[in-house]
């Protein structure tokens, strides 16, 4: 019998979100298992709530104390439940991290994630924007989820097409959205490496690295490991959500006109335009570096908003809306956030 869910009232959640800011929410709760999410969800004050569910808190901005209920997913469990002679199915618990569950798979023996490692937050969320890293995304490798539906207490079965995946989109982001808990992911992998190495970075790594030949996944998990933790700052250091904008999309037609305009202008075919990388457009209109006060944009990339210690919520919110502003007077291209804006 799972013991008697617990509600804390007025709980900080500084600890609880990566950009470090000083928030509290009205009621907080963690629930390891299905059943004890179903006892809390039945508790008169979570009924009648808003509710956020919470894993990493690495997509989250906070401009204000949440007066509903935080609902801390910390559902456990990596296992490889069937495999054939080319794949394997794994299982997580939504609330493992998601790098955890990379390395199970590298310590199986598995491909298909390695592109993805040290990406923050946890397994549940990933679905949630359709995580996505060099040259790889989540629903590359997605087979389908559980999740309970906050109105009825009822599980699930969502495939990948149902999921509606789209660029750092899925459902759960749109007609989904606070509608579900994601409980599980199921995977499907590759028990024979599939190297992807088509982003430049992943290959210069690798050479600096002394690998020859064709990299195990093992390699390419280190190189990214690698890349991301140099252009990055860790948020145990320093406050931030990692990528806070998307990069754009816009047609061949606007790229060439774009491209005559500004030398150097980066771009990578996608199906149907060219995504231009944020950071470069953050960057040539001067934001990189800039601090003001207890917040401002990263030193080494420009995708990235901080809190160096002691800022609002409401101002880092503002900065990416003067950013987002400058960016459209310069380029005519519009930035949307990639973090989750409370």
């Not at 808190?57 to 559902?75: A, H, Q």
């Not at 997580?92 to 955890?100: D, L, N, R, V, Y």
């Not at 093992?218 to 990528?243: F, M, T, W, Y």
């Not at 502003?325 to 990639?338: T, Y």
């Amino acid at each position: 019998m799972s013991p008697a869910p617990v509600l804390e009232a007025h709980v900080s959640l500084r600890p609880y979100n990566t950009f470090g800011l000083e928030v509290t929410a009205r009621w907080f709760a963690r629930f390891a298992s299905v059943e004890e999410l179903r006892a809390l969800l039945a508790l008169p004050e979570v009924q009648a709530a808003e509710k956020l569910i919470l894993g990493g808190g690495s997509n989250l901005l906070f401009t204000r104390n949440f007066e509903g209920v935080v609902l801390k997913n910390e559902i456990r469990g990596l296992e490889v439940v069937d495999q054939d002679d080319e794949t394997a199915l794994v299982r997580s618990g939504a609330g493992e991290s998601w790098h955890a569950l990379v390395q199970y798979a590298l310590g199986q023996e598995l491909s298909g994630i390695e592109n993805l490692s040290l990406i923050p937050g946890t397994v549940g969320a990933a679905p949630l924007q359709n995580i996505g890293a060099y040259g790889a995304e989540l629903k590359d490798t997605f087979e389908q989820l559980e999740a309970l539906e906050l109105a009825t207490g009822r599980l699930r079965t969502f495939s990948g097409a149902e999921c509606g995946f789209g660029y750092r989109e899925s459902v759960f982001k749109g007609p989904l959205k606070n509608q579900f808990i994601v409980t599980s992911v199921l995977l499907r992998l590759h028990r024979q490496a599939r190297p992807n190495v088509r982003y430049g970075d992943i290959q210069t790594t690798l050479q600096d690295m002394g690998i020859e030949g064709e990299p195990t996944p093992l390699h390419i998990s280190e190189a990214v490991s690698s890349i991301r933790r140099s252009k990055l700052p860790d948020p145990a250091q320093i406050g931030n959500a990692g990528s806070f904008f998307k990069n754009p999309e816009v047609s061949q037609a606007k790229f060439d006109e774009l491209k005559g305009q500004f030398e150097g202008l980066p771009g990578y075919p996608v199906p149907g335009g060219v995504k231009v990388p944020a950071g470069w457009l953050i960057e040539q209109c001067g934001w990189k570096g800039l601090r003001r006060g207890p917040h401002g944009v990263h030193d080494r990339q420009a995708l990235v908003l901080v809190n160096h210690g002691g800022a609002q919520g409401q101002d880092i919110r503002d900065l990416a809306y003067e950013i987002i502003a400058s960016v459209r007077e310069k380029f005519g291209i519009e930035l949307h956030p990639e973090v989750n804006i409370m």
